[in-house]
């Protein structure tokens, strides 16, 4: 007998491999139903993502040749990642070292650390604050929203030039207020710790407003009855926040962190309109500078290394965001 899909069908589409993809399709579970559909977009990801890390890969495996007619060298092996890793390549290869634990604000590995860990927790911390306002009631809520998401809409190119113009000596007055109340020097954008700390700044001050607005939307997904039951209970604003609101927008505040450190750990542009790679060098700019050199087996690998990292740093979220699903903290 037909099934209902069959139906209405011509006579040679009802039998045959028309027919059994159909009782196939009509057998899968919705799990798995669900899968099939993301074929077609996995596949185009694996195209346009994986493919490209794939070459990379292949291509750090080989030695660079700088003056020869062929892009890569001969066959190494995991020489590039063990050069890379014990320091072998910072004098000859690299303008910046990859990791050098007595010159920290020159180690690019580091200097990228030191960058995620400070940006993404103040634009956390402040984003939150500033979506705690956003979630209330007030006269002109609406222009106070404008005014944070402003900032997020410069390009970086604007932005950098906007920071370094700023703190630039004899042309903006942030050079002269850090040197008079933070004790900075008065050209902080040739020195990597307060070049650093101004990029910092400039990335907290453009990218809070994204941070405000992921947090915001997680907490009007809320149910307001669960205050109104918690002001019944007699719960104070603190509790109501520590056992209502926290709890509930924890996963939201995980995955917007989670955009933000893959973000912050691929910076570039910004740091090269501010103060520029050699004065705060990161993953990105090694990557970008050693290339431009033509080493592109040493670009490749640590083009790779930096893509494992952020794997790593990816996995981290992922199973912290599990156990705060299944109600752990």
Not at 104 to 110: C, G, Q, T, W, Y
Request: charge should be neutral; hydrophobic fraction near 55%; aromatic fraction near 12%.
């Amino acid at each position: 007998m037909a099934t209902e899909s069959e139906q209405g069908l011509p006579e040679r589409q009802k039998s045959g491999a028309y027919a059994s993809t159909v009782r196939w399709i009509e057998n899968l579970s919705e799990t798995q139903f669900a899968y099939l559909l993301l074929i077609p977009a996995l596949l185009l990801l694996g195209v346009i993502a994986l493919w490209p890390l794939v070459r990379t890969f292949q291509m750090s495996l080989h030695a660079d040749s700088i003056r020869g007619a062929s892009q890569i060298g001969e066959f190494v092996g995991f020489e590039n990642y063990v050069n890379l890793l014990t320091g072998k390549l910072d004098v000859v290869a690299l303008p910046q070292p990859f990791i050098d634990l007595s010159s920290p604000f020159k180690s690019a590995l580091i200097v990228t650390f030191m960058f995620t860990i400070a940006s993404v927790l103040l634009e956390t911390l402040i984003g939150f604050g500033q979506a705690l306002v956003l979630d209330q009631e007030f006269r002109g809520r609406r222009w106070v929203r404008v005014a944070i998401i402003l900032p997020w809409a410069v390009p970086i190119v604007i932005q950098g030039m906007i920071f370094y113009l700023l703190f630039s000596p004899g042309i903006g007055f942030g050079a002269d207020l850090l040197h008079s109340w933070v004790g900075f020097s008065e050209t902080p954008l040739v020195n990597s710790p307060e070049a650093l700390s101004i990029i910092v700044i400039a990335d907290v001050w453009k990218t809070t407003a994204f941070m405000a607005l992921l947090i915001l939307a997680g907490m009007q997904s809320i149910n307001r009855s669960l205050y109104d039951v918690a002001k019944v209970a007699g719960a104070s604003k603190w509790q109501q926040f520590k056992m209502i609101t926290l709890p509930l927008i924890f996963p939201t505040v995980m995955v917007a962190m989670l955009f933000r450190t893959i973000a912050a750990m691929r910076i570039y542009g910004l740091i090269e309109t501010v103060s520029g790679c050699t004065t705060v060098p990161s993953l990105s700019c090694l990557v970008v500078s050693t290339f431009s050199t033509r080493r592109y087996g040493t670009a490749s690998a640590i083009a790779f290394v930096t893509a494992a990292i952020i794997a790593v740093v990816v996995s981290v979220y992922i199973f912290k965001f599990r156990d705060s699903a299944q109600g752990g903290m």
